[in-house]
């Protein structure tokens, strides 16, 4: 089962849910953690002993242009969605010219299959790096996005190559709502998203339902700090038919744990039966149970 852990804003705990879970659910089944959130990967600062195995590189697919071939149709730049080539045909007697602008390429490879005469071959550009390992039994993948680069999606897809569905999959998304999130969540079972009860919390968790639901993938609230703030976000879920699976309440031993990077579960080891609590309301969900 692949679990994606994703919230509509940063800093509501969605990482120490997720780390914290996977660390709960090791105990009885095989866990894969996979962190997409390659802008800003944080998870392996939960996982103490961490070794990583390997490291590759990550590579976004860009077009080369052999002039030689081209006539300057000017089709490529027409398809390209993302302004990342410019086409000046040919004029007055002087040659025509193509420029790409790499940084803008999102490596959708559109420009190379349409052009009518083979002028264009994808090259890899380097953006990061792929990293995997273990901390204790848990499987464990990252992706680093190079500092200054923009494309963290190909990237995400090169960490998610990894995933082994014969594992319980735990993906800790990026936070927001954009492509990053939505190429990490989807072809999820089901997305954990995690909130906390306050103004802020609440609008972006309705702009990330509405994501879940145009994605078609079931999801369930985790509300984090839970006591604070209001009651306008679990009024919002009782409206909208969505299943509040946990709540974690504030607790000052939690915030001092998480600011020297101990999740959850080693702070407060009682919570680990509500994490495979939460795995079971989960699995209840997926499997019709809950209904
Ligand atoms: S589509 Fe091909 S032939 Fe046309 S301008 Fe682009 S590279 Fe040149
Ligand atoms: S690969 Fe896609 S994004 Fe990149 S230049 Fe070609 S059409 Fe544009």
Known sequence: MVIAVASGKGGTGKTTIATSFALSLALDRDIQLVDCDVEEP????????????????????????????CNYCGKCSKVCAYNAI??????????????????????????????PRGAIKEVNREIGAVESGWSGPIQFIHGRLNIGEAMA???????????????TVIIDAPPGTSCPVVTSVEKSDFCILVTEPTPFGLNDLILAVE???KLKIPFGVVL??????NEDTEKYCVQENISILMRVPFDEKVAKSYSKGIPIVRA???????FKQLYEKIDNILTGKDR
Do not use: M, W, Y
């Open 211 to 213: 994501v879940l639901r």
């Open 224 to 229: 984090n700090r839970s006591d604070l703030g």
């Open 42 to 69: 944080n998870a392996h600062l939960f996982l103490d002993p961490l070794v990583i195995e390997k490291t590759s590189k990550g590579f976004i697919p860009v077009p080369q242009i052999d002039q030689s071939k």
């Open 268 to 274: 407060l080891p009682e919570f680990k039966n509500h």
């Open 153 to 167: 999606p190909p990237l995400i897809r090169q960490v998610k190559e990894n995933i082994d569905p014969s594992k």
């Open 86 to 115: 410019a086409v000046v045909g040919p004029k007055d007697g002087r040659k025509g010219s193509i420029l790409v602008f790499e940084q803008l390429c999102h490596g959708c490879g559109a420009c190379s299959f349409l052009c």
